[in-house]
T-cell receptor, first 112, second 116 residues
């Protein structure tokens, strides 16, 4: 069966510190991978998506970057966090048929 | 630009009621539409997926319909229970120019509260 893992579940980081959130998918090959951010009172904002290894598209300019070093691994990073980076980050995938989307359990990031 | 709207933003009903959540989208060029449930502080759980060629999907007490031409979908919940309390999100998979599949675009959700 297909599963998606995302960690950590919660994270408190000081302003200016680096960030690395990891997402892995099991049970499928060549998935499309996504990073979303959900801010309080707002909808889900697509940050990055990837259709293959080292193929990353950014939807919005920001202080974050994404990488896909392996087929089923997607990493969200920042060199220096800002207060405005606080939020709930969600990783998702669709299979190579681009049908149903599945989400991880999310990471609550608080930048202090 | 595809925009997804969900009405109402919040809904409170007594246990046992049947209810309907609404979702509308501005561009009918979609691959599919998906309904999700989100509990507080948690990720999204997929409830129903409707392909663009389909009119409805059913799972248990849930029924989702799709009218692509009018840009509307509804999620019907029968005999609501307190455990149904959550935020319900609608999302469309956009179709890019040229017919390639685009990304999931979400509404802001309807927060449902079912009172015992």
């Amino acid at each position: 069966s297909q599963t998606i893992h995302q960690w950590p579940a919660t994270l408190v980081q000081p302003v200016g510190s680096p960030l690395s959130l990891e997402c892995t998918v099991e049970g499928t090959s060549n998935p499309n991978l996504y990073w979303y951010r959900q801010a309080a009172g707002r909808g889900l904002q697509l940050l990055f998506y990837s259709i293959g290894i080292d193929q990353i598209s950014s939807e919005v300019p920001q202080n974050l970057s994404a990488s896909r070093p392996q087929d089923r691994q997607f990493i969200l990073s920042s060199k220096k966090l800002l207060l405005s980076d606080s939020g709930f980050y969600l990783c998702a995938y669709t299979d190579n048929q681009n049908t149903e989307a599945f989400f991880g359990q999310g990471t609550r990031l608080t930048v202090v | 630009k595809q925009e997804v709207t969900q009405i109402p933003a919040a809904l409170s009903v007594p246990e046992g009621e049947n209810l309907v959540l609404n979702c509308s989208f501005t561009d009918s060029a979609i691959y599919n539409l998906q309904w999700f449930r989100q509990d507080p502080g948690k990720g999204l759980t997929s409830l129903l997926l409707i392909q663009s060629s389909q009119r409805e999907q059913t799972s248990g007490r849930l029924n989702a319909s799709l009218d692509k031409s009018s840009g509307r979908s509804t999620l019907y919940i029968a005999a609501s229970q307190p455990g149904d309390s959550a935020t319900y999100l609608c999302a469309v998979t956009h179709m890019n120019y040229g017919g390639s599949q685009g990304n999931l675009i979400f509404g802001k959700g309807t927060k449902l509260s079912v009172k015992p």
